[in-house]
């Protein structure tokens, strides 16, 4: 059987962290016979005011996470739709989740901005079920980062890629980026999302914007990240050399076609 459309409702229990073991799923779920859905886009929706933090600008606290997936990557069949909704305190406070291939394994997982009402922000990392796994939910938590600690504190992830050069896979992400400015790298390990190596004095985002700037480019086979100076002024590229992280300057911000300059290995 081909699953034509499915939707799934999420909600977290209220003294729960969101971790994968106290998520509980409501309505038709996929049976055994249902090849697994590949996701193709995401989006945010739902709007709240419970988590008044304002950071994105005219983007508020969301509470729905909805994915648009097929039986396969490619297929001509109709689109699955799974929807995940959070319940307080948890919202999602993102510009847009992204299908990133953080396992390496050729198929997407949506990453995307969760925050606390109380301990701030952390990133996080959805997955669509495994194939041969029936009886697992259609869609679970995969990772996340610990989330930052403090209310009202957030982070904007940048891109995913292999920085250090060690055949591992490496989200970047910039955490507090407009008090600590703090470049993180960070990789799956069982399910967390640990830390490998990180960097101040860098940023991709101002309170009020409505996007994040900046990437990652990948020139003569070496990935970097695309950032700011924390003063605006210069943009850098993060990479790695001699076993650490290092900002390269790439000269002068004067506006967001300098971050587009750059990620085409132009300077």
Same mark, same amino acid.
């Given at each position: 059987?081909?699953?034509?459309f499915?939707?799934?409702?999420w909600?977290v ?6 971790d ?6 409501? =309505? ?5 016979g ?12 739902g ?12 983007i508020?606290?969301?509470t729905?996470?909805?994915v ?13 739709t799974a929807?995940?909704?959070l319940?307080a305190?948890?919202v ?7 299908l990133?291939?953080v ?7 949506? &990453? &995307?901005?969760?925050?606390?009402a109380q301990? =701030?922000a952390r990133?996080?990392?959805?997955a669509?079920?495994?194939?041969g ?5 259609l869609?679970?938590?995969l990772a996340s ?6 209310r009202?504190r957030?982070?904007?992830? &940048? ?11 490496e989200?970047a992400?910039v ?7 703090t ?7 069982g ?10 004095g ?7 914007e409505e996007?994040?700037?900046? =990437? ?7 990935s970097e &990240?695309?950032?700011a100076?924390?003063?605006w002024?210069?943009?850098v590229?993060?990479?790695w050399?001699?076993g650490a992280l290092?900002s390269r300057?790439?000269g002068?911000l004067?506006?967001?076609q300098?971050?587009t300059?750059?990620?085409?290995c132009?300077?």
């Amino acid at each position: 059987m081909i699953l034509r459309f499915l939707m799934v409702s999420w909600f977290v229990t209220g003294a729960a962290f969101a971790d994968p073991d106290r998520v509980t799923i409501q =309505g038709q779920s996929a049976g055994s016979g249902d090849d697994l859905p590949w996701p193709v886009a995401a989006a945010l929706s739902g709007p709240t005011d419970r988590y008044p933090h304002n950071v994105l600008g005219r983007i508020p606290a969301l509470t729905t996470l909805t994915v648009t997936a097929q039986v396969c990557a490619g297929c001509a069949v109709p689109d699955v739709t799974a929807q995940l909704t959070l319940s307080a305190p948890l919202v999602f406070e993102d510009v847009a989740p992204r299908l990133w291939d953080v396992t390496g394994d050729g198929r997407p997982e949506i &990453v &995307v901005v969760q925050s606390h009402a109380q301990l =701030g922000a952390r990133l996080t990392v959805w997955a669509l079920r495994e194939p041969g796994d029936s009886d697992a939910p259609l869609f679970r938590m995969l990772a996340s980062t610990d989330f930052i600690g403090t209310r009202f504190r957030w982070l904007a992830p &940048v891109g995913i890629g292999d920085f250090t050069g060690d055949g591992r896979i490496e989200i970047a992400y910039v955490e507090t980026p407009h008090l600590g400015k703090t470049l993180r790298l960070v990789g799956l390990e069982g399910d967390r999302l640990v830390e490998r190596v990180a960097l101040s004095g860098v940023t991709n985002h101002r309170i009020g914007e409505e996007v994040i700037a900046g =990437g990652v480019r990948t020139c003569d086979g070496q990935s970097e &990240v695309i950032l700011a100076s924390s003063d605006w002024r210069r943009v850098v590229a993060v990479g790695w050399q001699d076993g650490a992280l290092t900002s390269r300057d790439l000269g002068p911000l004067r506006d967001r076609q300098d971050f587009t300059a750059a990620l085409t290995c132009g300077r």
